[in-house]
Structures are given as structure tokens and as C-alpha cells.
């Protein structure tokens, strides 16, 4: 299978990169599930369902959010009826929402489990993601049909954290029962991406995709003087630039058999990043 | 002129790392400075006056630190006699050793001012960074004999911190001051190596020169035990197969008279991640 | 029913402080359950189980930990025979010991359930304690035997956690369920006692039992240096002023048949702080 | 000399609180300085001018700030023209408004320095507290006329944080250099007043002017909301039951010659909380 994860999309500059380079991607690496961190699209601040519905129609198979879930309230109330649109898994029981979802490849023959988590370190308090992750995966284990009627073709996780060493850690604990362990949040891509010594391909950070001439995505101006000044000034907003915006995220083929990675390849089309297409 | 700087060097199998792949990036980049990131070079906390030594004989031309500057306490009583050895310089007043140094290149003719400082979100108390570093660089300018006799050739910002926002902001902060701005301590490259609108070359984070099969360079038995069982276990201890150890930095080459960046190229060699070596 | 709980014991001087005030508040409180909050009972760091039986012959009924429970190694091998010392209930499921505990009060008749639980808001990464400690009340209901066999007579919260605002949530989300939601771990006794609407007794911090002239319990020398001057000073030890020691706490007195509070006291004694006995 | 410190009122109830608390406190007390901590007067959010004015109009000499200073922005323009409203010392060079000032006594012949600063554990990156408080204690030296005419007859510092440890360290740092040295921002009044070896007054936090049925002052069904669901619920605003409203501070009595502290007492009035009148 070929897997395609996009980091954090970030306002409408980062939306549109999304549509405008997705189509030459599908074309390239072909993804039979494509996945994308939506937690700052609308506005730099949460997701609508509108937007989440504009990414659907261009082709991504799932959505995943992080820390600014709940920017854009209206959510709350839409996320149960969105089944491809998930949540941290972490948070409260009783949340509204799900942490994971098996969801049909595109190809119709394989399913795909996609966890989303939030780290804990430097983060909100949240409840275990390890301890919530391990249990879906003795339900939904990678291996396909052999693996039982709950079996999947491929596992994605989406850990969304600040640290580099709790994100490691994921990695590691998830080696061999793993696509893809593949960090987001702090919006900035990571050259680490490594298939594990279990099969699982790892990579700390997505990258965000959004305008790289800014401070993670939001307008330099605003972002410098909260941080240099700490008076009040102008709200945070996306920074605009098309010309320096960069679709970031990891592409994974994986083994049809063991579901675990093959080939993994970093993704950043656009802007002035440096470019990796995966072939 | 061209520069090389080197990531947080985490550890025997790191140093040896290092010291087995600087000759080959010396042949191939010819820098004419090279920086090295050495807070965590003795087993990974801190760095001893032997350690630095050996750095120094390879070719060296400055070592930075950060959290872990005086995880060696006898450092504290010498740091004051290695003049290319300097410490974050926003550590209280009164603290041992300098926090930024103008130093030869290798050329005998140019003049390159190397600063480190602390960043503070999810990091210790201290002063203010972007104060300290505008201080430094309203006295020595950018741009060589130029800008007075304490003019310098290039200017080499590593900014040791957590958060890409704050990163960020110095990256922009510093935009047209300085050569490079680059980020140390998440021991993870990142890959958002960009020439800024004003000349300023900027990495997020340069990556560790360590053992990727790790946790941020630390065997990862004892990490995982600590961050997924919270009782007691074994002491931290770096990482030692050198079979993946990469050596990441960035390679920086300015323009003479400017002092800016003309080019810059990520650099990771030896190991599992991606090679990359500017030429 | 009447409740004494005495929070943080810090050092040798903390201890004998306890030692030697509680046969005086013995006799004066008549405490048919007494709980010490004992995680920096050895040296500051930890306890042992010799100091918990010196605790337990000297009338305690009960020892809660914190973030320092593991500090002393071998308490991870023999908390699971020492009955009546608890340690915080949201540490990963797995961890040795327990996180509450049901015990007979000194009058036989009485039963009493004392939960430990830890804050996550500025503390490490822990499970929700707010569900953790809803699921025990659910077994464990206030209220005795018309409760049926899992109901008991007390209920004692001990929250470890540095956050005034998490601490107040805890009250205010176990009022009419606790007799006494009490914090610990800033090591310093909070005025905030009162009776909640709902019956239960709460106060911020109980406040260390140690020696006052000190940095949260510890010599004011090496505390002053490491936050001054951020290089390698002394190691911490307690402040071993016997007398500047003062024991802190607060003494409940409830209703037999709710298992509310219906007077609740701070307790204050020795040392320099403003003595306060409930009478 | 005497001195009566307020801690940070909140809201319009905290506000009706001290001005109604405030006559019978100065007829018992009669103090020759009054400050009142104004963070969260303004619909626990800042301060307005207006509010300053009326705290000035009843007697209050000096009003002091922290994290919150400019949740009003527009004191941002106009803290400059309120000599006696100031904010934290440690914010950047160039923040408008001033960290300390010197101001006469009621009494007209004695001099008040007050110096408000900003702690740094778990706060905002901010400079350093102690050199800040340092660099102005060298110049106005307590002791009145004999300390030359900069001399200054009574210090009051107010530091604002969170940590215990942080906020003691500052009260031995200042030991024998200021009359009083009061926390503020944890809303809680601490019970460990004392005066320490060197003279100073020393009360960990001063406790909130609020209604103490609530979470820090704000209403408890949103607070408790946010923080156990973790989803978008009401605003926060403040608590508002005039009958639950303690007036929280510490009263110092000096003497006159050395300006340390002779007597000290903790003041709590009205609400629930235990009351403490000093005579
Ligand atoms: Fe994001
Ligand atoms: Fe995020
Ligand atoms: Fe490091
Ligand atoms: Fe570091
Ligand atoms: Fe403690
Ligand atoms: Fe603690
Ligand atoms: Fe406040
Ligand atoms: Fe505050």
C-alpha cells in the first residue's frame, strides 16, 4: 500500500497548497490513503466541517486534529457525524469525537487504522497516549485479515506533541505494530524520517503545510512582538505568502503482507524548502 | 566565506562520529569556520576541557553549549581559559565564561562572531535572548572592516531552545544581521533550511551527531522505561552504534562583503537518515 | 469522626517534628484516623519503609506519597507489602502499589477511604485524577453502611499538585462526596480552610511539616545558588533548624451519620509560623 | 510605620469587597501606606483607569500588576501618566509604565519604595527578578534620611508567582533590605507569615480580594468545565457572592529607624475563610 500524510494545514494559504499540489502528488506516489493534520485550517485555529469537507472532496481519506480541536466550537457538536474526521484519543472520556477509525483504502481492499494522540510533555494534561494507543492496537492489528476480522492493512499514527523525545518514544513503542508513526504540531518538518528496526517508519515532524516565511505560519509581525514585547498587539493570522508556502508530509509504502514500511519518502513540494518527492 | 556548524554532539559513539566524518566534510566543503554544538559530548551531559581539546585538534574552530553547560562541574572553574569555548549568554551576570566570541577563520583574514544563547519557552528561567544578542550585534556589525574595526565577517547565531515559534523569531529577529541563525537541543534536524528575506540563512534545529536508533541520542530501553512506567530504572546513557550515527549540521556560504548567505545546504551524513552534503 | 492530616514531612527535622508534637495532638484532638503525607520523609526525597513504620507506631494511620515516591529505589519493591502506604492512583496502570485504600479507624467501628492522587498543571505527565478518583467514590460511597459493604465513614482526598486552581477544581468536583479534599506539595499551609456547599473540607495546601526558615523545607543556601546563579552549587538537603520547624495540618471533625464535615481547624504548631489548634 | 499589602482583587465583587472591607481595616490599622495588587479588578482581567482611580480615592496608595497587566490594553497608553499604578519590573527594556516607584506615606514625612516583579517558574520568560530588585536596592537603600537621599524608609516588594520555592528564595534574597516581601498570583493566602532573620516580613502569597466559593475568584461551573472536559465551554468571569468575599493581605508594623519589620499579621476579612484582624 502507499500512504501519504500531510502535517498541519494552516489557513487558507496552506489550504490552497494542499489543493493546488495534491492533484501532481496523487499523480506521482499514487497513495491509497491519504491523511491530513487539519488543526489550524481554519484560520490558523480549528477546522470547519466545510473545510474538512473541501479536503474530502479533494481525495484525503482522513483528518486528524491535535491541540486547537476545538478553535472553531461549532465542532463540538459536528464531530460525531464526521466519521472520518477524528480527535486526539487522549482527551476525557465522554469527549465528542473519536481517537481512531479503520477506514477503506481507495483501492476498496484494505483498511487502514488511523490513531490520532496528543503528547503530554510541554503539552496539555491529557490522559496516556501510549496506554491508549496499545490498547487499540490489541484490537486492530497490523497484518491484514490474518490478523483476525479486526485485522488491518496499515496503521497510521499521528502524534501530535511538542517534544522530540516523547515522540521518539511513540516511535519506538509502536515499532513492528506500525505503518507510520509520524509526529505534528510543532509545524516545522524534521529530515530524521528512519523505518525503525521493527518496520515502522518513523519521522518527529510532518512539517506543517503553510507559509514558511512567517512564525509557524502565522504573520511574523504579530508572532515577533507578543514574543519580543509581550504588550498587546495585533491578533495572531495566518501568514499569506502562496509563494512560500510548503506541503509538507511523509510518504510510506508499506509491505502488503506485514503492513509494516518498505520505502519511506519525505514530501515538500512548493515554496523554498528544500524539495523531496518521493518517486 | 563558508561555514560549517554542527549539532549538539551527544556522547563517545557522536564524538566519534564526528571525528570520523569531519575530515571528509572538510575535503568536500572546504569551511572556513566550523562550529560544533558540544553540550552533551561527555556521555551525554555536558562537555570536559579534554573533550573540547580533541574537537580543537580536529579542526574546530569554536564549541557552543546550552542547558547542559555545567552538567560537568569542573567545566565551571575552567571555562574561562578556552577563549573558543563559550556558554549561552543569557545565563545571570557573574556566570563563568562569555557568551558570544569574535574569533579568526581559518583564512587568517576574516572575522567571524559566534553567539549562543537560551531560549525560554519550556526552558529554564532566563534573560532575555533577543535583547542580549541585539547588544552584541550593535557593536560588532556584519560586514567586515566596513563596519569599523569591530566589524565582522559573518555572524553565527546557535539558539539553543524547545519551541519552533521562538526559534523562529530570532531567525527573523536577526534577519539581515547575521550569517546564519540555527537552532540546537531537540537533537532532531529539521528540514526547513531557508534563506530568509533578508539574507539570514536559518535551520530550526541543526540535528544531534549522534545514534538515531536512540531517544534524542539516549538508549531508548531506559527513556521508554521512564516516560511509560514513571518508576525508577536505569541511568541515561548515550546511545553507541555507530552504524547510525549520523553527523547533521548546516553548511553556509556567504557573500564576502555582506557577510550574508548565499547558499546553504543541510548536512547528514553516515547513518539511516537521508544523506545530504552540500557540495 | 475525627480526622487529622498532616502534610508533606520533610527531612530528619520534619520528622522528629511530627514525632514530637503528635502525642501533644494526640491528646489534644483525640484523631480517631491520622494520614501524613510522607514523600520527602527521607532526606527530603522519598521514604523508607523504616521511617514509614517509625510513622506508623508513632499512631499514624496512613502515609500518602507524591511526585517524590520513588526517589528512594527500594520502595518500588516493597510498597505492595506495606498495606497502609499509598501512592498517588493516576500513575500508569501497572505501577506498584496502590492509589487508595480503605483502612479501620483507631476506633474500630469506622472505616475510612483515603484516596492520593496527583495535579497535572505544572507536574508531569499523569492519568486524569478527576476520573480516577470518580471511579473509587463510585465504589466506595460516603455515608457508611447505608452505603452497603463498600460504603465508608470518611473519605480523605490528598491532592499533590502545584496549581491553586486544579486544587480548588478537585474540591469543588468531590464536594458532598469527601470529607476532606486537601492539597499538598507546595510545602507551604494555605488559610483558604473552609466547608465547601456541599459539606466537604478543603484547604489548598496542608503545608510541610519541616523547618520554615528554609526554601520549601531545603537549606537556604544551596536553594538561593541553583536559582541564582544556575551553576553547579551544593547538593539540596533539608533545613535541619529544629527550632524553626513547624508541623502543618488540618483537623476535620465529621457528622457520624454523612460523613461530612461539620468543623474543620488548621493546625500549626512549633516554630514561627502563627500557631493554630483546633480545639 | 504602617503597612497594609492587599493581594489581587477580582472582579467587581473583589472590588466591593475591599472598598467596603477598606474604611474599618484603616480605622483598626491606621496605615500610613496601603497597596493593593489590581491584576484582576477589571472583570478579573486587567485593570481600567477608572478602577485605579477608585482605589486611589479610597485611600490606596499604590496599585501593582502581573501577568495580566494588559489584559485591558489600553493601559498599554495610559499607564504612563498613573505614577502610583505599576507593573512588573522584569518586562522587557522599553514596556511602558514603571516596575518600582517611591511615593510618601500618608503620614507625609516617610518615604515608600515598592517594587513589583514577575517570578519566572512556570511563568512567562521574563528577565531576572532578583537583579532587577538588586539593581534598585542599591539605590534605594532602606533606612530612611541616613541611607542618603535616595533612602527610603519602607520596602514593599510584591512578587508575583507561582512557585513557593521561587517566591522564598526572593524573601531571603531581600531579607534585611525590605520591610516586606509578599506573594501574589496563586489567589490563596498562604499561613506562613513570619519575619525572617534579617527583619523582613515574609508571606508567601497574599491571598485574593474575592469570593473564595469559586475556582482563584472565577465562577466554578466554567473553570471546573474547561478543565475537566477539556472542550469549549463559557467564558470565565468572576465569582460574585458579596457573602463568600474575603479581603486577603498582611499588615506590617516597621521600626521607623531601620524600616524592618517589628510585627507582622495576616488580614483576612468577610467571606468564610478564618478571619485574622491584626490589632
Ligand atoms: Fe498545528
Ligand atoms: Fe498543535
Ligand atoms: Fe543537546
Ligand atoms: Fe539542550
Ligand atoms: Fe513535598
Ligand atoms: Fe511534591
Ligand atoms: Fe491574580
Ligand atoms: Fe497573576
Known amino acids: 500500500m502507499r500512504l501519504l500524510f500531510l502535517g498541519d494545514v494552516v489557513g487558507r494559504s496552506g489550504r490552497e497548497g494542499v489543493l493546488r499540489h495534491l492533484p501532481g502528488l496523487r499523480d506521482r506516489l ?12 481554519a484560520g490558523g485555529f480549528g477546522i470547519t466541517e466545510k473545510i474538512a469537507q473541501e479536503f474530502f472532496a479533494a481525495g484525503v481519506d482522513c ?14 457538536g459536528q464531530i460525531d457525524r464526521i466519521p472520518n474526521l477524528i480527535r486526539p484519543i487522549n482527551y476525557p472520556e465522554g469527549t465528542p469525537g ?48 490474518r ?3 479486526a485485522g488491518v492493512d496499515a496503521v497510521i499514527m499521528d502524534f501530535h506533541g511538542e517534544a522530540t523525545s516523547e515522540k521518539m518514544v511513540m516511535g519506538h513503542f509502536l515499532d513492528g505494530r506500525a505503518s ?15 523505518i525503525l528496526n521493527g518496520g515502522t517508519a518513523y519521522q518527529s515532524d510532518a512539517g506543517m503545510c503553510g507559509d514558511y516565511d512567517s512564525v509557524i505560519g502565522m504573520k511574523k509581525d504579530a508572532a515577533m512582538w507578543k514574543m519580543l514585547r509581550k504588550i498587546p498587539g495585533e491578533r495572531f493570522s495566518p501568514a499569506e505568502n502562496d509563494a512560500t ?4 508530509g511523509v510518504f510510506v509504502e508499506t509491505d502488503d503482507r506485514t503492513g509494516l514500511a518498505r520505502r519511506a519518502e519525505a514530501i515538500r513540494v512548493g515554496g523554498r524548502l528544500k524539495e523531496s518527492v518521493g518517486v
Open 30 to 41: 499514487k497513495p491509497d490513503f491519504i491523511v491530513v493534520n487539519g488543526e489550524n485550517a
Open 63 to 76: 483528518i486528524t486534529l491535535g491541540n486547537h480541536s476545538w478553535d472553531q466550537k461549532e465542532l463540538v
Open 98 to 145: 473519536r481517537g481512531f477509525t479503520v477506514l477503506p483504502a481507495k483501492n476498496g481492499r484494505h483498511k487502514v487504522l488511523v490513531i490520532n494522540a496528543m503528547a503530554r510533555v510541554f503539552m496539555d494534561p491529557m490522559d496516556d497516549p501510549f496506554a491508549a494507543a496499545d490498547k487499540v492496537l490489541k484490537v486492530h492489528q497490523l497484518g491484514g485479515a
Open 147 to 149: 490478523m483476525g476480522p
Open 180 to 194: 507510520l508513526v509520524v509526529g505534528t504540531h510543532s509545524h516545522v518538518p524534521t529530515a530524521d524520517l528512519q
Open 245 to 248: 508556502v510548503t506541503v509538507c
